[in-house]
């Protein structure tokens, strides 16, 4: 039996990057569908769960896999083909790009960054490798190479000295105990204000929201459960977290499984989840805690989950307080949760679909068809 499909182990870069671009899910769509596949994929989701959270065909889902692991965060981006021949070559290219990436100081320039104009300058009369090439074509080759301008920042590096073990525990309970592997994570916070967000609506008259200048309802946490093998989602809304509310999900987690067979859930580290009380427990009810390393919270499976909770609940929602939230996303689990179906009923309704457009085929191909 060959192995399941599943995307290599990320780096810690890679893993926060695409929780950006779920968590914010703006842009092209094509690029926060492919991230969220990923994500559901590094945090240990089947293919078929995959291509329900994100409604597309399973084959497509490793596609897009594959396409990860051979060519990593660049496999994201939509490729388009088309245009006249280039006039630079492949080596030209990437000798462009090199110097874009290398400081100009190192080069001789006084400069401690490049522009666009300096840049073509310096490729056009630098004596090693003449390449005359304008302003915009050099734009849109830096882009073509994901090169774009931006502020320097700092990154959070895992500096967890397990972080090699947890994550081969993670990778080793996903796929050999689907049925008996959970994760959770709170997810927020959630405030009472209009959010934006996007939907149809008529062309030129997008809906409003008011403004909103009196914060007066506080922040909640909604703990979330969520079921690997079950692909089901279920949570509830907290007013802060706290180390008795996370016992309060493992343990509703627990019941889901009362036959007393070890059960692994997934989860941070952050400081209410590991307390000696939770352990305790947790020792005395064959629950393993699988923690995620230190800034690396997308090896959790529940992460790509939260993005169509985002984009669905919060985004474009004004709800009038908390309760009136809390509703709508119970509203949301129950219908998300019953159309979470199972990957054999699925396949069956390929099946059957494969056959109607075969018979339809028949049926038209023949003439005294046609004229009937």
Not at 153 to 164: F, H, V
Request: charged fraction near 25%.
């Amino acid at each position: 039996m060959a192995d399941p499909v599943r995307v290599r182990r990320l780096s810690d870069q890679e893993g926060q990057t695409l929780l950006r671009i779920t968590r914010r899910g703006t842009g092209s769509p094509i690029r926060l569908q492919r991230a969220m596949v990923v994500l559901a994929s590094a945090g240990g989701n089947t293919v078929p769960a995959i291509a329900r959270l994100v409604q597309a065909d399973e084959d497509t889902i490793r596609q897009v896999i594959h396409r990860f692991n051979e060519m990593r965060m660049a496999s994201l981006d939509p490729r388009w083909a088309g245009g006249r021949p280039r006039l630079i070559s492949p080596d030209d290219e990437q000798f462009v790009i090199t110097t874009a990436n290398t400081r100009p100081e190192s080069l001789g320039r006084p400069f401690t960054r490049w522009s666009v104009r300096k840049l073509a300058d310096y490729l056009t009369w630098q004596a090693a490798r003449p390449i005359l090439i304008g302003r915009e074509r050099l734009r849109l080759l830096l882009i073509k190479h994901g090169i774009t301008f931006q502020r320097t920042k700092t990154w959070k590096e895992s500096n967890d000295p397990d972080r090699e073990a947890k994550l081969a525990r993670i990778e080793y309970v996903s796929s050999r105990f689907p049925q008996r592997v959970f994760a959770f994570d709170e997810f927020g916070p959630l405030v009472i204000r209009p959010q934006a967000g996007a939907g149809w609506a008529p062309k030129g008259h997008p809906r409003r929201l008011p403004a909103n200048y009196h914060k007066l309802h506080g922040v909640r946490q909604f703990h979330g459960c969520y079921s690997v093998g079950d692909d089901q989602l279920w949570g509830v809304v907290r007013r802060r977290k706290g180390a008795a509310n996370t016992l309060a999900a493992l343990k509703s987690i627990r019941r889901t499984r009362p036959d007393g067979a070890p059960i692994y859930v997934i989860l941070d580290n952050l400081s209410a989840h590991k307390g000696k009380q939770i352990r305790a427990w947790a020792a005395r009810n064959k629950v393993e805690l699988c923690f995620t390393p230190t800034y690396a919270s997308w090896a959790n499976p529940i992460e790509a989950q939260f993005g169509p909770l985002r984009t669905f609940v919060i985004a474009g929602s004004d709800h009038p307080h908390h309760p009136a939230m809390t509703r709508h996303l119970h509203n949301y689990l129950r219908w998300r949760n019953a159309n979470a179906r199972h990957p054999d009923v699925l396949a069956a309704q390929r099946r059957e679909r494969a056959r109607i457009r075969s018979e339809r085929q028949r049926r038209w191909g023949q003439p005294a068809t046609r004229a009937a």
